[in-house]
């Protein structure tokens, strides 16, 4: 049995990775970012084409030769405008990406959608407009599940809280639920286990034969020194006050970011891995154990791509591919009940899934 899958806002393919692991035919990926798409094309069979998103519509997948009849489309709109790292107004134009999203379900009239954002579309700065989106699916006829998911209770040496939506057709399907999860705090796999096979990268920054990812990051002699101070898991909070700079003396609970300077616990899973996990002052991105910077290999690990998953750009390029990726392990078990609830075999889990009727929670989906 195989059911046909449009993954929109594309990325490197996190994904499409778990959409081929259970099977789903992937008709093509969409992209309007260069050196993701180029990524992309490197690790899939079917295409993936460049294209604005606000330009996607039937008549344009169509005259890419692709049927826009699909099962499923999936997708995970930029979601910068909703983090609640960032700084500035609530106002962000990406945020309307949500829509496009929408407008090309609500046209191609897929069985069912995935959609995927951070926490903070739920949040103050994103609400109203999850609310919004929630009308217009429900408008289309689309009865719909979400929950908050986190990567570590599924096998992912990281940290990593992530909103899903799924949408089923009122009149086609029934009844989703999202899997439980497969690992208990005690199950959790580690940063250990994800990197400790990766010897040190050279130390002349160049990367070793055969992986152009596992390349030590340039940090200054300060960086360094205080890198040196700062134990497993710790972060600025850790360094005397003389050695902090100096927007960080007043401590964590006067500056927040508590994380940044900060250096992994190797007993732990990684805290989230963002687009920017190639400077540890912007993170605890810092090696466990080593006095660097986890390369751009060991942030692809801790997300869950394998050795063999091809990126494309440049250093900062590859770094926001990695971090804004879904990570497939993750990606690979929503899909599998995706696939379980198209093909009339979901099962009852037990959990409970909130669902948006009219914009409004309510305790099951309408």
């Not at 134009?93 to 579309?121: S, T, W």
């Not at 899997?179 to 208990?184: D, L, N, R, V, Y």
């Not at 200054?220 to 003396?249: A, Q, T, Y």
């Not at 900062?316 to 990695?322: C, L, M, P, S, Y």
Request: aromatic share 10%.
């Amino acid at each position: 049995m195989t059911f046909r899958a449009l993954d929109l806002f594309c990325g490197a393919g996190g994904l499409s990775i778990g959409l081929r692991n259970v099977g789903f035919d992937v008709v093509a990926g969409i992209d309007g970012w260069k050196p993701a798409v180029e990524s992309y094309a490197a690790n899939f069979d079917h295409p993936c084409f460049l294209e604005d998103i606000k330009s996607v519509n039937a008549s344009k997948i169509r005259e890419w030769g692709i049927d826009p009849i699909v099962d499923l489309v999936v997708g995970g709109p930029p979601c910068q405008g909703f983090s609640i790292q960032r700084v500035g107004a609530d106002t962000d134009e990406r945020n309307n990406l949500i829509f496009d999203f929408a407008r090309i379900v609500a046209e191609l009239k897929p069985r069912m959608f995935l959609m995927e954002n951070v926490p903070g579309l739920l949040g103050k700065r994103g609400l109203t407009i999850a609310q919004r989106f929630s009308k217009s699916m429900t408008a289309a006829g689309y009865v719909q599940y979400r929950t908050i998911l986190n990567a570590a209770e599924f096998g992912v040496p990281q940290f990593r809280r992530r909103v899903f939506i799924v949408g089923c057709q009122a009149n086609l399907l029934t009844s989703f639920s999202f899997p439980q999860p497969t690992h208990s705090n005690s199950e959790y796999r580690t940063v250990r286990d994800a990197i400790r096979d990766l010897p040190p990268p050279p130390d002349d920054f160049t990367p070793p034969p055969h992986d152009p990812l596992h390349r030590r990051m340039r940090l200054s002699p300060k960086n360094l020194e205080r890198l040196s101070l700062i134990p497993p898991g710790g972060g600025f909070e850790d360094l005397p006050l003389e050695m902090r700079v100096n927007c960080h003396r007043g401590g964590a609970k006067k500056i927040g970011h508590r994380h940044v300077y900060g250096r992994l616990d190797p007993n732990q899973p990684a805290g989230t891995i963002t687009a920017r996990f190639d400077s540890f002052t912007r993170g605890r991105f810092a090696h466990p154990w080593e006095n660097r910077n986890i390369s751009l290999r060991e942030g692809a690990r801790l997300q869950g791509f394998s050795d063999d998953h091809l990126f494309f750009g440049t250093q900062e390029d590859v770094t926001a591919q990695i971090g804004n990726a879904v990570p497939p392990k993750l990606a690979e078990v929503i899909c599998q009940q995706i696939f379980d609830a198209l093909a009339g075999r979901a099962q009852e889990t037990g959990q409970l899934s909130l669902g948006f009727s009219q914009g409004l929670d309510t305790p099951n989906a309408a």
